[in-house]
């Protein structure tokens, strides 16, 4: 049972990356998915999660607009498209999953680092200026 993030890598200021976030050993349609960052200094934060449907998905503000997160259930993955990249988005980038209560709403999750059980490793993600 893991979880491999991959697609990480350096950009330019205004480019794009695609992260890909890959189950494994479990079926991921039945759990959220979240899209973490920890940039250095900082603490890990939350920046977009997902139902497992896919129908419900919440952005922190600061990707909003230029980030959108998708799953595709039936090759057990998980993307996050980043586009127009800034150096703020430096960081290591981390996919995690957690079982999906009833009445799963995004937003009220993705901050909750604890709620997530299963982790990825990471993947270092570096946005030139």
């Known amino acids: 049972v893991q979880l491999q993030a991959s697609g990480g890598g350096l950009a330019q200021s205004g480019g794009s990356l695609r992260l890909s976030c890959a189950a494994s050993g479990f079926n991921v349609r039945f759990y959220a998915i979240g899209w973490f960052r920890q940039a250095p200094g900082k603490e890990r934060e939350g920046i977009s999660c997902?139902?497992?449907?896919?129908?419900?998905?919440s952005y922190v503000d600061s990707v909003k607009g230029r980030f959108t997160s998708t799953r595709d259930n039936a090759k057990n993955t998980a993307h996050l498209q980043m586009n127009n990249l800034k150096p703020d988005d430096t960081a290591t980038y981390y996919c995690a999953v957690a079982p999906e209560p009833e009445g799963f709403h995004p937003s009220m999750y993705c901050q909750q680092l604890g709620f997530f059980g299963l982790w990825g490793q990471g993947t270092q993600v570096t946005v030139s200026s």
């Open positions: 997902i139902s497992g449907s896919g129908s419900n998905v």
